[in-house]
T-cell receptor
């Protein structure tokens, strides 16, 4: 059974810092990996999708990498801003269509 | 930009009552999903739906749950007899393709279900 773990559970940084969020998964037979953002009490916003054949994806200040063989992904956020404060979720598709989620990293960026 | 919508945003019900949660997926998407998130816990997969039938379901999705696409736009989740432990945020999602690798899922804002 696929398990997804995210470290750290919470992170607090001053504005402007670059930061890395980590995600690991137990079964490397995945179709893809998605990073989401969740604001308190709200839905999930898709940030990046990395297909299993890809090594990384970039969108603006976000860069996600995937090392499928070792079961790891990182989300790099450059020049963090207070508006980046949210919970970041990692999820993998290992069944045909099923997403398995991690518990998330709660990020607080202080001005 | 097209988005998944869900109604209601918050539903309060008494234990044992039936509830129907409604979703309008993105219009050209083919795959539809329901997930739930109990407060403080992970988002969990419930069911996926393609071509008017269930394609996958989790062990959570027992006989108390059912899904339906009653018309060309709506996708519903019915819970027949709610239990206290059904209290959670329920998310609908849709994706444009039926292929695993390209299967980017887009989520709605959720319905918070409170069972008293």
């Amino acid at each position: 059974k696929q398990e997804v773990t995210q470290i750290p559970a919470a992170l607090s940084v001053p504005e402007g810092e670059n930061l890395v969020l980590n995600c690991s998964f137990t079964d490397s037979a995945i179709y893809n990996l998605q990073w989401f953002r969740q604001d308190p009490g709200k839905g999930l916003t898709s940030l990046l999708l990395i297909q299993s054949s890809q090594r990384e994806q970039t969108s603006g200040r976000l860069n996600a990498s995937l090392d499928k063989s070792s079961g790891r992904s990182t989300l790099y956020i450059a020049a963090s801003q207070p508006g980046d404060s949210a919970t970041y979720l990692c999820a993998v598709t290992s069944g045909y269509s099923t997403l398995t989620f991690g518990k998330g990293t709660m990020l607080l960026v202080s001005p | 930009e097209p988005e998944v919508t869900q109604t209601p945003s918050h539903q309060v019900t008494q234990m044992g009552q039936e509830v129907i949660l409604r979703c309008v997926p993105i219009s050209n998407h083919l795959y539809f999903y329901w997930y739930r998130q109990i407060l403080g816990q992970k988002v969990e997969f419930l069911v996926s739906f393609y071509n008017n039938e269930i394609s996958e379901k989790s062990e959570i999705f027992d006989d108390q749950f059912s899904v339906e696409r009653p018309d060309g736009s709506n996708f519903t989740l019915k819970i027949r007899s709610t239990k206290l432990e059904d209290s959670a945020m329920y998310f609908c999602a849709s994706s444009p393709t039926a292929s695993g690798s390209y299967n980017e899922q887009f989520f709605g804002p959720g319905t918070r279900l409170t069972v008293l």
